[in-house]
C-alpha cells in the first residue's frame, strides 16, 4: 500500500509550496557572434548560431526593394522565374524547384559572414 498523508495540508502550506513553482526571470546575454540579444546556455535565435557552431539554419528574409531601381529588379527576376515555372512540365516543376532553394540558402548565409568580418 502506498504512502498516506497523515492529515489534510492547510491552505497556507499548499499556497507556501506553489509560491516556488513563478518563473524565474531568464538572464539575457549579447551573442558573441552576431550581437543579438539572446537567452544564456541557448542557440541563439538570431544566427542559430551556438558555441561557433550552426545548430539552426535561419532562412534570411527576402529584402524588400526600397528604391525605383531595386523594384524593377525584382520585377524582372520575378518575370523570369514565372517564364521558367511556365515552360516546364508540372511533374518538373518540382524537381526544377530543388536546386533553386538550394543556392538560396548557402549563398545568403556566406553573406553574413563576410558582414560580420568586416565588423
Ligand atoms: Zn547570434
Known amino acids: 500500500m502506498a504512502a498516506v498523508p497523515k492529515g489534510k495540508r492547510s491552505k497556507s502550506k499548499r499556497d507556501m509550496k506553489r509560491n516556488g513553482f513563478k518563473l524565474g526571470v531568464l538572464s539575457v546575454v549579447e551573442c558573441p557572434r552576431c550581437r543579438a540579444k539572446k537567452v544564456a546556455h541557448r ?26 531601381e531595386e523594384k524593377a ?29 538550394k543556392e538560396a540558402k548557402t549563398v545568403k548565409p556566406e553573406k553574413k559572414e563576410t558582414e560580420l568580418a568586416a565588423i
Open 43 to 68: 542557440v541563439c535565435t538570431a544566427c542559430g548560431y551556438y558555441d561557433n557552431k550552426e545548430i539552426i539554419k535561419i532562412k534570411v528574409k527576402s529584402k524588400v526593394p526600397a528604391t525605383p
Open 73 to 101: 529588379k525584382a520585377k524582372a527576376e520575378a518575370k523570369a522565374k514565372a517564364k521558367v515555372k511556365a515552360k516546364s512540365t508540372p511533374g518538373r516543376g518540382r524537381r526544377f524547384a530543388g536546386p533553386v532553394k
